[in-house]
């Protein structure tokens, strides 16, 4: 198995659906809101950084359509999900 940072691996199991589990929904929204959080971060410090800002617009819709993809198969999942991250909506 391929070895993963901490805070990475730490993520995945506390999002986890079952043992092993790296694709469910959650797992994969929080692993974006970490990396939103990061590039915001960058972004804050390299204003200019323009091939950065366009690659968070594109992690922040791809977590906006998995949210949508949840929240069509089960709401009430998404809305523990979104209170568990703080995340608006």
């Known amino acids: 198995m391929v070895q993963l940072p901490d805070d990475k691996q730490k993520i995945i199991e506390e999002f986890a659906q079952k043992k092993g589990d790296t694709g469910s929904p959650e797992v994969q929204?929080?692993?974006?809101?970490?990396?939103?959080t990061?590039?915001?971060?960058?972004?804050?410090?390299?204003?200019?950084?323009?091939?950065?800002?366009?690659?968070?617009?594109?992690?922040?819709?791809?977590?906006?359509r998995i949210l949508n993809y949840l929240q069509k198969l089960d709401g009430k999942?998404?809305?523990?999900?979104?209170?568990?991250?703080?995340?608006?909506?």
């Open 77 to 89: 999942r998404h809305k523990q999900l979104t209170g568990k991250l703080s995340l608006k909506k």
């Open 38 to 64: 990061r590039l915001s971060g960058h972004l804050e410090e390299n204003k200019k950084d323009n091939h950065s800002r366009r690659g968070l617009l594109k992690v922040i819709a791809k977590r906006r």
């Open 29 to 36: 929204v929080a692993l974006l809101t970490q990396k939103i």
